[in-house]
């Protein structure tokens, strides 16, 4: 089981259903692919509620395919983390991921 270390946590209204490990963009829907997010949903939220995003720590994200331990990565067009390539870096992955859905622990600073 993997934990998460969280040292800022704040409240997102969404503006569609964000689910739990998914990247939140900034606009309160999912994150788009390559785009900057505000950090990672904590809980599942249906549309209009307040959703808690982990923007700073240890944080817990579904992977959109294999990842290797150590990889910058980036949202994809679901708010999954992918690896780094030409969009936004989001974090670094303390975990490999081996396929798509896999939860992973990433550091996301400022």
């Given at each position: ?47 209009g509620n307040a959703a808690p995003v982990d923007v700073l720590g240890i944080c817990l994200v579904s992977s959109g395919g294999a ?44």
């Open positions: 089981m993997k934990t998460k270390q969280t040292v800022l946590t704040t409240s997102l209204l969404a503006l569609v259903d964000l689910p739990r490990h998914r990247f939140a963009g900034l606009d309160g829907g999912l994150c788009a692919a390559g785009a900057k997010s505000l950090g990672a949903v904590a809980a599942d939220t249906e549309e990842i290797a331990a150590g990889a910058e990565v980036e949202s994809d067009a679901t708010g999954r983390a992918v690896v780094h390539a030409e969009g936004v870096s989001n974090g670094t992955a303390l975990d490999a991921a081996t396929a798509a859905g896999d939860i992973i622990r990433i550091v996301r600073g400022i």
